[in-house]
């Protein structure tokens, strides 16, 4: 009887050993969060999005209590209580190049592990010295979803990603809005940094960000 015992309370206590390794609870202690962006923070940037996961599936409302902050130089920027579908839009002032940011959960009791990330110089990403003559593209999505791009006649639009390489190029023969279906699938990828090049001349960028498939 007394073997017996001990080997029901040996299984209970496996079982509930197992329960706590794999639910997804935030005071838990040793869980590593996984914290995604949708774009690369450069200088310029006021608005991005956070995906934060934990063994690969999104947040669900064991995390509906804690908030999610953004700290830098120590000051934190930004903080919101977090919702249940494991996404959230998050709005800065624009950071100096080389600041160092922080993104976390938190609740009353703990604080999750930290993602830290260096701010990057839009410049430096892409390797381009904007032109005042030239005009910037203008990018807008038609009714299929796609990407169109309106340029004119003479630019060579460049597209680069969020590594500074350039991925597209399309000439333009005439003044007018092209319809580039790769541009979806380019932004599954990376954000995506587009540009006019006319000669040794070349305009600002204009920034797709990148897509997120959000699975529950």
Do not use: W
Request: charge should be positive.
């Amino acid at each position: 009887m007394k073997r017996k015992k001990r080997y029901l309370c040996g299984f209970i206590l496996s079982m509930v050993l197992t329960a706590l390794m794999i639910m997804p609870c935030y005071a838990a202690v040793g869980k590593d969060y996984k914290f995604q962006l949708d774009r690369t923070v450069t200088n310029k940037t006021t608005e991005f999005e956070v995906v934060f996961a934990n063994y690969g599936h999104v947040t669900s409302t064991e995390y509906a209590g804690a908030r999610l902050c953004v700290e830098s130089g120590n000051k934190i920027i930004f903080s919101k209580k977090c919702d249940t579908d494991g996404d959230m839009k998050v709005k800065i002032p624009a950071q100096r190049t080389g600041s160092v940011l922080k993104i976390y959960l938190k609740d009353t009791d703990s604080v999750s592990n930290i993602k830290t990330l260096k701010v990057k110089k839009l410049n430096s990403i892409l390797k381009v010295k904007a032109g005042k003559s030239v005009r910037a593209p203008k990018v807008s999505v038609n009714k299929k979803g796609n990407y169109c791009v309106y340029a004119r006649k003479g630019d060579r639009l460049v597209v680069k990603n969020a590594k500074g390489k350039t991925v597209k190029t399309v000439r333009y023969t005439k003044t007018g809005r092209k319809n580039i279906p790769k541009l979806s699938r380019l932004s599954e990828k990376s954000e995506l940094y587009l540009y006019v090049q006319k000669g040794n001349k070349k305009s600002a960028c204009v920034v797709i960000p990148k897509q997120i498939d959000i699975l529950e």
